[in-house]
Nanobody, 125 residues
Framework: QVSLVESGGGLVQAGGSLRLSCSAS????????VGWFRQAPAKEREFVAA?????????DYADSVKGRFTISRDNAKDTVYLQMNSLRPEDTAVYYC?????????????????WGQGTQVTVSS
């Protein structure tokens, strides 16, 4: 079983950048595909980005963040990052990371077994 903790959220102006971190403990994160999801007030939790458990497995992004967000992993640090550039007010949400033992790049909430507590990102206009 793996435990996940998100960090790096905060308040930023539109056009700015943030880097979120998802730190894993309990088991090495290299065994897991990891995804980022977000949930804005009164909205469903939605997929943002995901990365495969293995270096050649690839990534996937929601259309709304393609070209602005980049997901990456540092297995030596048991950490997955979400670099967010050109932030917009509509990116405001609580961001969650999630993990599952998988060779693929899962994009659905139900595909993930483990979740962090979330970190708030607020983008002001």
């Amino acid at each position: 079983q793996v435990s996940l903790v998100e960090s790096g959220g905060g308040l930023v102006q539109a056009g700015g950048s943030l880097r979120l971190s998802c730190s894993a403990s309990g088991r090495t994160v290299s065994s897991y595909a990891v995804g980022w999801f977000r949930q804005a007030p009164a909205k469903e939790r939605e997929f943002v980005a995901a990365v495969s458990s293995w270096s050649g497995g690839g990534t996937d992004y929601a259309d709304s963040v393609k070209g602005r967000f980049t997901i990456s992993r540092d297995n030596a640090k048991d950490t997955v990052y979400l670099q967010m550039n050109s932030l917009r007010p509509e990116d405001t949400a609580v961001y969650y990371c999630a993990a599952v033992v998988s060779w693929g790049v899962p994009v659905k909430r139900y595909e993930y077994d483990y979740w962090g507590q979330g970190t708030q990102v607020t983008v002001s206009s």
